[in-house]
């Protein structure tokens, strides 16, 4: 009798550690990773800042023009074309029109934020019947409350020297 009360209670024992687990089985939630179309639509959109020039090579300061305005739009592969707005130089009685540039790299970041990768662009634009080459490197920062910093670095048209252009906006 007592041997068959032992096998009991070994059995008991041993079918109630089969429904103990030492650690939960749900995981600390993993932070999902925005797939690269909804990044780049994610920092959709207009951005209105301050936009400085230079010519690094010349050491010599452009100015800077307040209340521009860029607009990002996302793109099915997910760059971003980025429309950048005119630039006059009066001192040189020089204008550089607006224009789209297009397969601009985006990526998200740990922390929020979003990074524009160096990329080099090229793109033509007509003025006055004339066709213009745009061409240069583009990169910049969005964060998460969506204060941008772009910078671009382009040449246009003829020109020997490259232009770099700073566009800062303020968070929202």
Known sequence: MKTKQFAAFLFFAAAMTAFVACDKD??????????VASVATVVAGEYNGTLSAKIESMSLDCGSVDNQTITITAAEDGTIGVAIPAFTYAKMGTTIPAATLNGIAVAAAEDGSYTIGETE???TVTVDGAEKTY???????????K???IVYELKYGKMPMAITFTFETSAE
């Open 135 to 145: 061409s240069g490197t583009m990169s910049g920062t969005i964060s998460a409350n």
């Open 26 to 35: 749900d995981d600390a939630p993993v932070a999902e990773t925005p797939d």
């Open 147 to 149: 204060k941008a910093t």
């Open 121 to 123: 662009f090229s793109e």
